[in-house]
T-cell receptor, first 113, second 112 residues
Framework: EPEVTQTPSHQVTQMGQEVILRCVPI?????FYWYRQILGQKVEFLVS????????KSEIFDDQFSVERPDGSNFTLKIRSTKLEDSAMYFC???????????FGSGTRLTVV | SQQGEEDPQALSIQEGENATMNCSYK?????LQWYRQNSGRGLVHLIL?????REKHSGRLRVTLDTSKKSSSLLITASRAADTASYFC????????????FGTGTRLTIIP
């Protein structure tokens, strides 16, 4: 069983629609992150979440984006009004802190049409 | 150039040969990590090397770090077809927050 589960694995949405991407980071964790990867490009940091609040966000993470932990275990990324350029793979990740690697989810492929 | 650039961008070798990928970065780091990504899949953590370490081994993987040159290399020995994937270096520059800045990646193809 994967340690970080993302749903859905693939979502197609029309431009202007809202989407919610979900992540379930199992077991103990301190830091949560969302990253995205536009097809063929590098993985980009979006936002970090610590102690139930945003600790850092990139310039990509504008007012159209928001993150929540609605029930203490799920971790969501919401895009309020999707644009074509939001099409990408979105990865959530967890990190225990210290000199440990990250555990990434398998990603959600978002396609905005 | 950006923090974290790998070279080569693509590498094809015969199965059994060794594969070496390089990563350069620009700022001081807390640690450097290597990840593998199979096509269209998630990122898998391979190995982490701290800024005060120079070399680290894990199975067939060997990572070096030269902080004076701001560079790292990943060596995969005795390559297998299953090693075919993209490999990314990622730097952690802020101890505490610890977001990662990824490189551009090397696409490794192992020819059976």
């Amino acid at each position: 069983e994967p340690e970080v589960t993302q749903t859905p694995s693939h979502q197609v949405t029309q431009m202007g629609q809202e989407v919610i991407l979900r992540c379930v980071p199992i077991s103990n964790h301190l830091y949560f992150y969302w990253y995205r990867q536009i097809l063929g490009q590098k993985v980009e940091f979006l936002v970090s979440f610590y102690n139930n609040e945003i600790s850092e966000k990139s310039e990509i993470f504008d007012d159209q984006f928001s993150v929540e932990r609605p029930d203490g275990s799920n971790f969501t990324l919401k895009i309020r009004s999707t644009k074509l350029e939001d099409s990408a793979m979105y990865f959530c990740a967890r990190h225990l802190g210290g000199a440990y690697g990250y555990t990434f989810g398998s990603g959600t492929r978002l396609t905005v049409v | 150039s950006q923090q974290g650039e790998e070279d080569p961008q693509a590498l094809s070798i015969q199965e059994g040969e060794n594969a070496t990928m390089n990563c350069s970065y620009k700022t001081s780091i807390n640690n450097l990590q290597w990840y593998r990504q199979n096509s269209g899949r998630g990122l898998v953590h391979l190995i982490l090397i701290r800024s005060n370490e120079r070399e680290k081994h894990s199975g067939r993987l060997r990572v070096t770090l030269d902080t004076s040159k701001k560079s790292s290399s990943l060596l995969i020995t005795a390559s297998r077809a299953a090693d075919t994937a993209s490999y990314f270096c990622a730097t952690d520059v802020n101890f505490g927050n610890e977001k990662l800045t990824f490189g551009t990646g090397t696409r490794l193809t192992i020819i059976p």
